[in-house]
Structure formats: structure tokens, C-alpha cells
């Protein structure tokens, strides 16, 4: 029973291919075209029900399944068809939908054999319909429409898998990066306490031993622990101080290699100027978060960055020439929430506009400090 509550509960279909799957289930609207002129019989509603009862899984299925399985989730829409072509016409639906659903067999000369499958079985069912005019009237759809459509499923299942082979690729190349990071904080940290600490451990011991017998030996130990206190104090800040000067250039660094990953053309224009730590941290985060948003969901072929200093202003711009066209196609999810909040919280603020692509425009005070 839960079970059977959880297939009920969804998602019935991979949450990647969005709403139009569901949308395309409009199409079944040709089915019922004969009903407009002629109302059906008892017998005929019945079986109308028990087709969708069995389609409308069989659709859905059909999303989630690949390889032979695809074969028969076409194969079985097909016979569905090929059942109802001598009462409904619309029938040439199925067959739209089965070509479609090649877009699961991974082989591109598979696919397109399937599709012509499809194509082949819709030409047999069509000699089960005697009347001439409503022969073609089933054929026209099939012969018109489910090339195109076969091929488009394909097509963007292709395209899907290749910037989900990508974004795989590119989240390998961020987790290697960040364990060679802390590996090398480590070994540098370890390079810079060591020796001092281990030397602070022997002379507190030795003034220790000091303080009963010799006051001014031991005073002079106490001083020189003192001295290689600050000393190493200071080393640790001028490392902390390095990794933060080297957050924005690492940002940049991954964002040139995301870009050519993804072939987008970069045009980088970015000035070398002094930043506080806060202010960088936000810069660095909002260009990887943008780039991201770029490979991910723009389609873009071309990507600019630029960084100025504008007033004591340090402004981050990022533009594609994706495919948002209006603020409609702007999508404010996390991303974009996290880079508002960030620059708020340093005094800055995200602008963006949709025109021939997106463009990102981050102003953050220079000298904001944490």
C-alpha cells in the first residue's frame, strides 16, 4: 500500500524534463475530435477509458525507462493505435507519442530506426481505414508530425545527457580542486606551526626548569616565547591573507575552465585592484554561482566578465548571449537569493536584466570590512 502511495504521489515523470511532458498529453485532444460530430456509444466510452487507463501509465513510463524497454513502450503505442484506427482517426496520436519516445534509446541510428518503426506501422494501420478522405485524414498527422517530433525528443535527450555528462564532469573537477586545496592549507600550516610551536614547547619547558633557579634566565626564555608567539602569529596571518588575496583568482581560474568545458567563448576584462576580505568573498562567490548559471541553464555561446573599481566600488559584471530574452525568463532560485543576501550584507546589491541574454551586475564597497 505505500507503495503503490508513493507511485501515486510522484513525480511521475523525471523532474528534469519539466512541465511539457505533461503538456504534450494535450495532443490526446485529437482522439476526441470525432466525439464533436458524433457522439459515442456506450461500448466505445467504455473502451476510451480502459485505452487511457493503460496509455497514460504506459506514457509516463516511457520517461523513465531506456534501451529494449523504450522499444516497447513504442512497440505497445503503436498497437494501441493500431486498435483504434478503424473506429477514431485520432488514433495517429499514439503514434506521434511512440515516435517521440525514442528519445530514450541512446543510439542516435536507433532512434531514428525506431522512429521510422513508427512510422512504417502507422503507414500498415492506416490499410484497416476504408474511406479514402478519412484515410489521409490519419495520415496527414503521421506523415507531418511525428518525424519532426521524434526527432526533437531525440535530439534534446541528447542534449540533456550532454550537459548532465558535463556538470558531472565539472563537479569532479571542483571536489579534486578543493581536496588539492586543503591539502596544500594543510601542509603550509603545517610548515608554518611546527617549528614554531614545537620551539615555543621546548623553551616554556626550559623556563619552567628556570623559574626556581635562575629568574633572569628564565625571564629571557619567557621573552623569547613571547617573540615566537607574535612571530608565528603573524606568519598565520600572511598565510590567511594569501589564501583570501587567492579566493577571486581561484574563482576566476574555475570559471575560465567551466566556460571552455562548456564552449562558451569567455571575453574577460578584469582589473587588479585591492579588495577586503568580506567584499572579495562575495565577488568570488557570485562569479562562480553566475558562471554556473551560465554552463548550466543559458545556452549561451559567448560570456563576458569584466571587474572594476568604480568610486571605491568594486563592480562585477557577467553577461551572456543566452536565452533569456525577459525578466520572465529569469529563474530566482537559490543562487540568485544567496548572491542578494551576500551583497546586502556587505552594503552592495545585484542588479539583472534580460535583453539579447542575461546580464549580472554586482556592486559591493571595496573597503567593507568584516
Known amino acids: 500500500m505505500n507503495k503503490i502511495r508513493q507511485v501515486l504521489a510522484g513525480p511521475w515523470i523525471p523532474s528534469e524534463h519539466g512541465k511539457m511532458p505533461y503538456f504534450w ?14 457522439a459515442p456509444g456506450a461500448l466505445e466510452l467504455a473502451m476510451l477509458a480502459l485505452t487511457l487507463a493503460v496509455f497514460l501509465p504506459l506514457y509516463c513510463a516511457s520517461y523513465w525507462v531506456s534501451g529494449w524497454r523504450t522499444v516497447g513502450c513504442m512497440l505497445a503505442g503503436c498497437l494501441i493505435g493500431a ?21 530514450g534509446l541512446r543510439q542516435m541510428r536507433h532512434a531514428m530506426l525506431a522512429i521510422a518503426g513508427v512510422v512504417l506501422l502507422g503507414l500498415l494501420a492506416s490499410l484497416q481505414v ?5 484515410r489521409m485524414m490519419f495520415l496527414m498527422p503521421i506523415l507531418t508530425i511525428t518525424l519532426p517530433v521524434g526527432v526533437g525528443a531525440v535530439m534534446d535527450a541528447r542534449l540533456r545527457r550532454s550537459r548532465q555528462a558535463l556538470l558531472r564532469k565539472q563537479e569532479e573537477v571542483e571536489h579534486m580542486a578543493t581536496i588539492a586545496e586543503r591539502e596544500r592549507i594543510s601542509r603550509d600550516l603545517h610548515d608554518l606551526l611546527g617549528h614554531s610551536l614545537s620551539l615555543i614547547a621546548l623553551k616554556a ?3 619552567r626548569k628556570l623559574v626556581h633557579r635562575d629568574l633572569d634566565a628564565c625571564a629571557r626564555e619567557v621573552g623569547d616565547i613571547e617573540t615566537s608567539a607574535r612571530q608565528a602569529l603573524a606568519e598565520v596571518r600572511a598565510a590567511v591573507t594569501g589564501y583570501r588575496e587567492k579566493g577571486l583568482a581561484h ?17 574577460e576584462q578584469v582589473e587588479r585592484f585591492d579588495l577586503a576580505p568580506a567584499a572579495e568573498n562575495v565577488v568570488a562567490l557570485a562569479l562562480r554561482e553566475a558562471v554556473t ?15 572594476a ?15 533569456a530574452r525577459s525578466e520572465a525568463d529569469i529563474r530566482h532560485g537559490n543562487g540568485l537569493c544567496g548572491m542578494r543576501e551576500r551583497a546586502a550584507s556587505v552594503g552592495g546589491r545585484l542588479a539583472l536584466r534580460a535583453r539579447a541574454g542575461l546580464e549580472l551586475e554586482l556592486r559591493v564597497p571595496a573597503g567593507v570590512t568584516t
Open 309 to 323: 573599481l568604480e568610486h571605491g566600488v568594486a563592480v562585477l559584471r557577467i553577461a551572456d548571449d543566452g536565452q
Open 293 to 307: 548559471n551560465v554552463v548550466r541553464h543559458a545556452g549561451a555561446k559567448r560570456c563576458s566578465v569584466s571587474l
Open 251 to 267: 574563482a576566476l581560474a574555475s570559471a575560465r575552465a567551466s566556460l571552455a568545458a562548456a564552449e562558451v567563448q569567455l571575453d
Open 205 to 207: 619547558e626550559l623556563a
Open 130 to 134: 476504408d474511406h479514402p478522405q478519412m
Open 83 to 103: 486498435a483504434w484506427v478503424r473506429w477514431n482517426v485520432g488514433a495517429a496520436s499514439f503514434f506521434i507519442f511512440a515516435a517521440a519516445a525514442a528519445a
Open 25 to 38: 498529453l494535450g495532443s490526446l485532444g485529437y482522439l476526441g475530435w470525432k466525439y464533436v460530430y458524433a
